[in-house]
């Protein structure tokens, strides 16, 4: 074998190693902290996902109803919905969707603070942040799906919250094998990035 040829095998090898390791990652994260049971805190953080004709998605009611269930346990008194305009239809942004869903289900309007702006995850939290230190709010739970959670609490950790929890929904709509192959190469970029933000 010529030494490209190893060097190519050599590489690929690390690549499938990379890829298989931040999978299991992925696939075996059930919440911080793992019991699933976060200490209460001053809000909740719903990150956002796409809108189906202004209203969110299956995947999207998914977080939110998991947010909901917190909130009326007591977990936080406050939510934080987050999410700009999409590029697929959108008259109204991810966020303004979502409060529109929490007040049909009878949340306070004036429970619930909006992040109208963010394109990224790390955007989300970056803004979810500002709006917590705007308010005098110290803590925070994030409601995801499980296979955006881990890299979602890595996010809230580098950004400064403190303690990070996050709370995840095991969705029932979702093509989670495609799901989980996508968040592998977003959880790769987020960590190439990372030690520049």
Known sequence: MTWS???AAVGAAALAVWCLTLFAIIVRFEGKPADGRPQPADVGIVLGARLWNDEPSPGLKERLDLALSLYREGAFRQFIVTGGLDAHGATITEAEGM???????????SA???DS???STYENMIFARELME??????????????????????AGKVGLSP??????????????????????????????????
């Open 134 to 155: 705007a308010n005098d709010w110290d803590t925070a739970i994030v409601v995801t799906h499980d296979y955006h959670g881990s890299r979602a609490a890595d996010i």
């Open 164 to 197: 990070v929890q996050v709370s995840v929904a095991e969705s029932q709509v979702l093509n989670m094998a495609y799901h989980r192959t996508r968040e592998v190469l977003a959880y790769t970029k987020w960590l190439l990035e990372k030690p520049f933000l």
């Open 99 to 109: 409060r529109n869903y929490l007040v049909g289900q009878g949340v306070p309007e």
């Open 5 to 7: 040829l190893r060097a």
């Open 112 to 114: 619930i603070a909006l």
């Open 117 to 119: 702006l963010s394109r």
